[in-house]
Nanobody, 113 residues
């Protein structure tokens, strides 16, 4: 059974930075397209970034501010978030793309002054 554990969230002021991590177990991590998703209160979960074989894609709202990366040896996915805005406030999750595994608990990111 695949397990996903997200961490690294927190409360940060606008313009601040955070680095999220997602550790995985129970799967051959390296063969999957992996992504970061987020769900803000009252909104649907959305895919904000994905990565496979060094190729990355971002939703327009985070482009040039977020950077997704992965360490296949550690089976870990990362999301470097810079220049954070209040609209980035959400619960952040990782999963494959498309999402086929059970969701982890997520990590809360709150951007507020």
């Amino acid at each position: 059974q695949v397990q996903l554990v997200e961490s690294g969230g927190g409360l940060v002021q606008p313009g601040g930075t955070l680095r999220l991590s997602c550790t995985t177990s129970g799967t051959i991590f390296s063969i999957h397209v992996m992504g970061w998703y987020r769900q803000a209160p009252g909104k649907q979960r959305e895919l904000v970034a994905n990565i496979m074989s060094g190729v990355t894609n971002y939703v327009d709202s985070v482009k040039d501010r977020f950077t997704i990366s992965r360490d296949n040896a550690k089976r870990t996915l990362y999301l470097q978030m810079n220049s954070l805005k209040s609209e980035d406030t959400a619960l952040y999750y990782c999963n494959s793309v498309p999402a086929v595994w059970s969701w982890g608990q997520g990590t809360q990111v709150t951007v507020s002054s």
